[in-house]
Nanobody, 123 residues
Framework: QVQLVESGGGLVQTGGSLRLSCAAS????????MGWFRQVPGKEREFVAA????????FYSDSAKGRFTISKDNAKNMVYLQMNSLKPEDTAVYSC????????????????WGQGTQVTVSL
């Protein structure tokens, strides 16, 4: 019933751009804050970006700041992550997540998770 489905991942060269999308269903999307996280094998899940329920107050990790933009469209039940100036160290599986607890940066505070989409940045 509750679903978060990411799309838009793929292979890009260093300096390129990707826009990730996350389609939500089965819950009251407009009341949730949303986040993007990434993970590579052997490392813990890393916070990337988050946004408040109304889509007007984004927050970014230091690595994402200035390059990535999170946005939330409550009318379409969609959250996006625009990624520019990509680097090889951005390579990871990117997941979107939803929480009722306000803007959060810790994974355990999120109640719903998508399956993830692979982003690979080549040299």
């Amino acid at each position: 019933q509750v679903q978060l489905v990411e799309s838009g991942g793929g292979l890009v060269q260093t300096g390129g751009s990707l826009r990730l999308s996350c389609a939500a269903s089965g819950f009251t999307f407009s009341s949730y804050s949303m986040g993007w996280f990434r993970q590579v094998p052997g490392k813990e899940r890393e916070f990337v970006a988050a946004i408040t329920w109304n889509g007007v107050s984004p927050f970014y990790s230091d690595s994402a700041k200035g390059r990535f933009t999170i946005s939330k469209d409550n009318a379409k039940n969609m959250v996006y992550l625009q990624m520019n100036s990509l680097k090889p160290e951005d390579t990871a599986v990117y997941s979107c997540a939803a929480t009722t607890l306000g803007l959060q940066i810790e994974p355990f505070r999120y109640q719903h998770w998508g399956q993830g989409t692979q982003v690979t940045v080549s040299l």
